[in-house]
Structure formats: structure tokens, C-alpha cells
């Protein structure tokens, strides 16, 4: 099969290469707008792996991807907020398949109602949000609920390493809701909140508890949908330093002042200046999802799962879902026709490989007696 990655030699881009480039039922392609760095990382890949230019605001883009003979397009150019669909209506135009990396929020969740029918038409399979939320993030919640008759709330959050690779698009996504309202499922109903403001503590299994604060992404709006009678759903991000973590708080009161307009704009200044702190932090990072409700057994519970990512491997967790996708395609497993959002696309067992390939530990425990 012939795999474009578009953003192939970016922050995320770049892992999903390397490893898809070894797999012999995939013809890779590295795709993007500097034909110098994707054909040079292409031939640190060998194989049949080549680096092409291809511009997604190009107007020629359905030639282009016709040209290059697509047959599964992985979009990793992010950041997607402000994103319209102009990538993957090409995509079906072109009549290949279409995967991304999106976490904006709203091209994530209206992504179906948009897209279903263009590519039901084309014959063709189109995911948003393979990534870290919702694709392994909802294989968690069915993980640990499974059998349950009912869950009351699902509490999600990530604790990226300070020293792990950061990317400007990323960081430009995750200032974008900065100080903004974003809407919550609390107590059975929506209810506006602050984007990085209210944090609090979160306990991990192998790390030291940190505090965490709102982010604006698809589970929000998803899992509410998806779990029937869930009464509370929230998603935070939990930086490693407490001065990283201070500084994206002060900048959510600057915008509710009205004294920040665009905090995203500040992206390259700040991703440059990360690294000054990561001295204070270390190569470790992680993830915990709890979820509480009502067992098959008709008792309060709760369970957590946890990941720790030493070596500053966390990168590596939201390019798991694409590349474990992109291999189904590739040896002809069939995935749902039409347009999807990535939940419930994956089950949890399916991820563990990628897990133990760079040394990921996760831990499931029971803090049912701890429900007070």
C-alpha cells in the first residue's frame, strides 16, 4: 500500500515513519513543503521509502495526491483547531483512504457529520483523532469498564516529561483554548469553564503527583455521547515544572482579562524558550484514566490505568494509533467505510506491543475502597 505522511518530518510525523518505513506491506512516502528534510530523512530510512513536496493549501492538491498514487493519507500537520477539511475532501477525491492526528476539538467531533458521506461515496475509510485521545483513551474507558452497568465519571489526564521533544504546533494547539470557556459534562450537564485555569492535584502510580489543569479536546464531547448516563467527563494536562505550569495559568488570566488576545501566537517564543527548563525536569512522563461507576455486580467502583514513558518515549503514545491502523490497511483489514472519530476503533490489548516496544509500563489498579 502506498502511505503518504503529510508533516512526515515533523515532531510526530517523523515517529510514524520510522516505523512504518521497515514494514514490507507499506511503499512509504514522507510528505511536505521542504522536499530537503523529507527526502533527507527518507534516506536515513532506506528501503523504498522517498521524501516528496506536496503543499495541503496548494490548490493542486488532488492532482498531486492522484500523482503520487496515495492510497492511505496520514495527516500529521497539525495544529488542527483552526483547520477546515480541505485535506481530507481531497483525500476522497483522490480515492484513498484518510487517517490524522487531530486533538482539536471541534474538527474532531463534527468530522463525521461533515465527511460520512464524501467518503462512503468514495468507497473509502477517513479517521480523525488517531491519537492519544479519543482512540486510546476510550480503548482505556472500555477496558476498565467492561462488564460495568453503568459509569458516573471518567477523569483522564496526561503528564508529558519536560524534556521530551515538544512540537510549535502542538504547543500552538494547546494555547489556542488557553483562558478560553470550554465546555464541560458536570453533574449531568454543561457547564463553561477556563481553559488552564482551576488546576489540581493528580496521582500517578510511578510518578509524583502533579497538578493538572483543563484542556479543550474531542473526550469532552465524545465520551458524554458515547457512555451512556456518565455524569462528569474531564480531561487535564499535568506539565512537570511548576513554573511551565504557573506560566500557562497566568496566561488564561491574561486572556480572561482581555489582555492576551492570541496566546498561540506566542508559541514559537515559548518553544524556544522550553527548553531552559528542562534541567528542572526529567525524562519521565504519563497518563492516568480513572473511571467510576457501577460494577457488574451492582457495587460502587473504580478503576485507574496508568502509563509511565521513561527516556522521554512519551511522544511516541499519539503516533500509536495511526500507525496501528495504517498496518491494518496495509495487510487488507478492513476498517468501518465512511467518515469516524478514532473511539473505540482500537481495544486496549492492541497498544500493549507498542507499549513494550520502547519499555512503557502500565499498571491497572482497583481504588474502589477509596470511593468515599
Same mark, same amino acid.
Given at each position: 500500500?502506498?502511505?503518504?505522511?503529510?508533516?512526515?518530518?515533523?515532531?510526530?510525523?517523523?515517529?510514524?515513519?520510522?516505523?512504518?518505513?521497515?514494514?514490507a506491506a507499506i511503499d512509504l512516502m514522507i510528505g511536505g513543503r521542504d &522536499?530537503?528534510?523529507?527526502?533527507?530523512?527518507?534516506?536515513?530510512?532506506?528501503?523504498?521509502?522517498?521524501?516528496?513536496?506536496?503543499?495541503?493549501?496548494?490548490?493542486?492538491?488532488?492532482?498531486?495526491?492522484? $500523482?503520487?498514487?496515495?492510497?492511505?493519507?496520514?495527516?500529521?500537520?497539525?495544529?488542527?483547531?483552526?483547520?477546515?477539511?480541505?485535506?481530507?475532501?481531497?483525500?476522497?477525491?483522490?480515492?484513498?483512504?484518510?487517517?490524522?492526528?487531530?486533538?482539536?476539538?471541534?474538527?474532531?467531533?463534527?468530522?463525521?457529520?461533515?465527511?460520512?458521506?464524501?467518503? !462512503?461515496?468514495?468507497?473509502?475509510?477517513?479517521?480523525?483523532?488517531?491519537?492519544?485521545?479519543?482512540?486510546?483513551?476510550?480503548?482505556?474507558? $472500555?477496558?476498565?469498564?467492561?462488564?460495568?452497568?453503568?459509569?458516573?465519571?471518567?477523569?483522564?489526564?496526561?503528564?508529558?516529561?519536560?524534556?521530551?521533544?515538544?512540537?510549535?504546533?502542538?504547543?500552538?494547539?494547546?494555547?489556542?483554548?488557553?483562558?478560553?470557556?470550554?465546555?464541560?459534562?458536570?453533574?449531568?450537564?454543561?457547564?463553561?469553564?477556563?481553559?488552564?485555569?482551576?488546576?489540581?492535584?493528580?496521582?500517578?502510580?510511578?510518578?509524583?503527583?502533579?497538578?493538572?489543569?483543563?484542556?479543550?479536546?474531542?473526550?469532552l464531547e465524545l465520551f458524554p455521547a458515547r457512555y451512556a448516563g456518565v455524569?462528569?467527563?474531564?480531561? !487535564?494536562?499535568? &506539565?512537570?515544572?511548576?513554573?511551565?505550569?504557573?506560566?500557562? #495559568?497566568?496566561?488564561?488570566?491574561?486572556?480572561?482579562?482581555?489582555?492576551?488576545?492570541?496566546?498561540?501566537?506566542?508559541?514559537?517564543?515559548?518553544?524556544?524558550?522550553?527548553?531552559?527548563?528542562?534541567?528542572?525536569?526529567?525524562?519521565?512522563?504519563?497518563?492516568?484514566?480513572?473511571?467510576?461507576?457501577?460494577?457488574?455486580?451492582?457495587?460502587?467502583?473504580?478503576?485507574?490505568?496508568?502509563?509511565?514513558a521513561d527516556d522521554n518515549h512519551g511522544p511516541e503514545i499519539p503516533c500509536?494509533? #495511526?500507525?496501528?491502523?495504517?498496518?491494518?490497511?496495509?495487510?487488507?483489514?478492513?476498517?468501518? @467505510?465512511?467518515?469516524?472519530?478514532?473511539?473505540?476503533?482500537?481495544?486496549?490489548?492492541?497498544?500493549?506491543?507498542?507499549? #513494550?516496544?520502547?519499555?512503557?509500563?502500565?499498571?491497572?489498579?482497583?481504588?474502589?475502597?477509596? @470511593?468515599?
Amino acid at each position: 500500500m502506498k502511505v503518504l505522511v503529510l508533516g512526515g518530518y515533523g515532531n510526530f510525523g517523523a515517529r510514524i515513519c520510522r516505523a512504518l518505513a521497515p514494514d514490507a506491506a507499506i511503499d512509504l512516502m514522507i510528505g511536505g513543503r521542504d &522536499l530537503q528534510r523529507a527526502t533527507s530523512l527518507a534516506e536515513s530510512l532506506g528501503g523504498t521509502t522517498r521524501g516528496v513536496r506536496i503543499d495541503i493549501q496548494s490548490g493542486d492538491l488532488v492532482e498531486s495526491l492522484r $500523482d503520487l498514487g496515495a492510497e492511505l493519507v496520514i495527516h500529521t500537520a497539525g495544529p488542527f483547531q483552526n483547520q477546515d477539511y480541505r485535506v481530507p475532501q481531497a483525500v476522497a477525491a483522490a480515492g484513498a483512504h484518510y487517517i490524522d492526528l487531530a486533538d482539536g476539538r471541534r474538527f474532531v467531533c463534527d468530522f463525521p457529520a461533515a465527511l460520512d458521506a464524501t467518503f !462512503r461515496g468514495a468507497g473509502r475509510t477517513a479517521v480523525a483523532g488517531a491519537s492519544t485521545v479519543p482512540a486510546l483513551s476510550s480503548a482505556v474507558v $472500555d477496558h476498565l469498564a467492561a462488564g460495568w452497568k453503568s459509569i458516573r465519571s471518567i477523569d483522564t489526564c496526561i503528564a508529558p516529561a519536560q524534556g521530551a521533544p515538544r512540537g510549535v504546533a502542538t504547543l500552538a494547539a494547546v494555547l489556542a483554548y488557553c483562558g478560553e470557556p470550554v465546555q464541560v459534562w458536570h453533574r449531568g450537564e454543561w457547564t463553561g469553564r477556563p481553559g488552564w485555569s482551576n488546576a489540581t492535584t493528580v496521582r500517578f502510580a510511578r510518578m509524583k503527583p502533579r497538578r493538572g489543569a483543563l484542556c479543550d479536546i474531542p473526550d469532552l464531547e465524545l465520551f458524554p455521547a458515547r457512555y451512556a448516563g456518565v455524569q462528569s467527563v474531564m480531561f !487535564r494536562a499535568a &506539565l512537570e515544572v511548576g513554573l511551565a505550569q504557573h506560566a500557562f #495559568a497566568f496566561m488564561a488570566f491574561m486572556r480572561r482579562a482581555g489582555l492576551l488576545r492570541a496566546p498561540q501566537k506566542l508559541a514559537p517564543l515559548l518553544h524556544s524558550a522550553g527548553g531552559v527548563l528542562d534541567a528542572l525536569g526529567t525524562a519521565l512522563g504519563g497518563m492516568v484514566v480513572r473511571v467510576e461507576g457501577t460494577d457488574a455486580r451492582g457495587a460502587a467502583a473504580r478503576r485507574a490505568w496508568h502509563i509511565a514513558a521513561d527516556d522521554n518515549h512519551g511522544p511516541e503514545i499519539p503516533c500509536m494509533a #495511526a500507525i496501528l491502523l495504517a498496518r491494518r490497511l496495509a495487510r487488507g483489514d478492513a476498517l468501518p @467505510i465512511g467518515a469516524h472519530t478514532c473511539a473505540g476503533l482500537l481495544t486496549l490489548p492492541e497498544f500493549q506491543p507498542e507499549f #513494550a516496544r520502547w519499555d512503557m509500563v502500565t499498571d491497572v489498579i482497583d481504588e474502589s475502597l477509596a @470511593i468515599s
